[in-house]
């Protein structure tokens, strides 16, 4: 039996006709600014987010990265919630190459609140680091695939704004957030000063990520993405796989969300797990109280069910592109006869 690999939505390869995209595409060197595909491509997310403009960057990472560069900076203070992925899997890039601090703050569910990061803004002493930058995460990865509310959001855009504060959404899934809640991506992105959007995860791709926002932020967005390594060349190779997959496999995620929510009945009625968070999207959580979790992880693993030891008690399946409906229902047999 091929593996069902729940790991992560990063592990999809590309499809057949994505790597026709990719082979037949009309490439030149990014540097000069002379890739007619990156070209497109950017100009695409920024138009799909409503945003002046957006700049290709190879990862995720580097596009949280120079957004916090340019907008936390030395000595600058980060609000963000304390399960983001910049805190926890980004190698504390912030600190160690945009020279800011990260303020890691509490909220149910991934979901940051005005009452919380107003409470965590600093006075003006002179001793004080200066708040510069709010970060969100949409959605949220360590949170359960968590999406916030479109009120959510706005309470925080308005309270920014009030507070001088500009607002970086990581917006890996953030097209998954838009599948499950109906909602345009350019509404959920108005929200935030700039986004950075992956087309790696469940999108299918095999690379890149973009950062969008308004012009003079994203022309400097250049200068540091290639002051950090990323200044590729003909990336328009990288750009046509996710071109193509913005125009195939947007709309189709909700597929993975529906596969997500047979996962976790499965779970709940299989007798040794607990779900702890509904998915609204592609993760699901499982606790396995009183099992240790990469016992559980190992056992489901030697059955062909492939899954993600988080913590001593808890499990993460998620559902991607490369899964398909019967896969997910064989999974779910094999979870409900796991012990
Ligand atoms: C929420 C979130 N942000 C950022 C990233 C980083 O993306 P990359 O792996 O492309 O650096 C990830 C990766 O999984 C993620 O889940």
Request: aromatic letters at 4%; a neutral charge; proline letters at 4%.
């Amino acid at each position: 039996m091929e593996p069902i690999d729940l790991r992560s939505d990063t592990v999809t390869r590309p499809t057949a006709a994505m790597r026709r995209a990719m082979a037949d595409a009309a490439v030149g060197d990014d540097v000069y600014g002379e890739d007619p595909t990156v070209n497109q491509l950017q100009d695409r997310v920024a138009s799909v987010l409503g945003k002046e403009a957006a700049l290709f960057v190879p990862t995720g990472s580097m596009g949280n990265l120079i957004a916090l560069y340019l907008q936390a900076g030395r000595g600058g203070e980060v609000l963000a919630h304390e399960q983001s992925h910049i805190l926890h899997y980004e190698l504390g890039s912030g600190a160690a190459l945009a020279g800011c601090q990260i303020v890691a703050l509490p909220g149910d569910l991934g979901i940051l609140k005005p009452e919380v990061l107003s409470k965590a803004v600093r006075s003006p002493g002179y001793a004080n680091a200066r708040t510069k930058l709010v970060e969100l995460e949409n959605t949220g990865n360590l949170a359960g695939g968590t999406c916030y509310a479109l009120e959510d959001l706005q309470a925080i855009r308005v309270w920014a704004d009030k507070a001088g504060l500009p607002v970086h959404m990581d917006g890996a899934r953030l097209w998954n957030a838009s599948v499950a809640q109906g909602l345009d991506p350019a509404l959920l992105a108005s929200m935030a000063d700039t986004v950075s959007v992956c087309f790696s995860k469940g999108l299918g791709a095999p690379v890149g990520s973009a950062l969008a926002g308004p012009k003079a932020v994203i022309a400097e967005a250049l200068r540091i993405r290639k002051m950090l390594g990323g200044g590729m060349r003909q990336a328009g190779i990288l750009a046509a796989g996710a071109l193509y997959a913005l125009e195939h496999h947007v709309t189709r995620l909700g597929e993975d969300h529906h596969h997500a929510h047979q996962l976790a009945e499965a779970l709940k009625a299989s007798g040794w797990a607990r779900v702890p968070v509904k998915p609204q999207t592609n993760i699901v959580f499982a606790e396995t109280p009183g099992l240790d979790a990469a016992e559980v992880a190992q056992r489901l693993t030697s059955q062909g069910v492939w899954c993600s030891a988080l913590s001593s008690e808890k499990i993460r399946f998620v559902t991607h592109l490369d899964v398909s409906q019967a896969q997910v229902r064989q999974a779910c047999q094999i979870i409900r006869t796991l012990f």
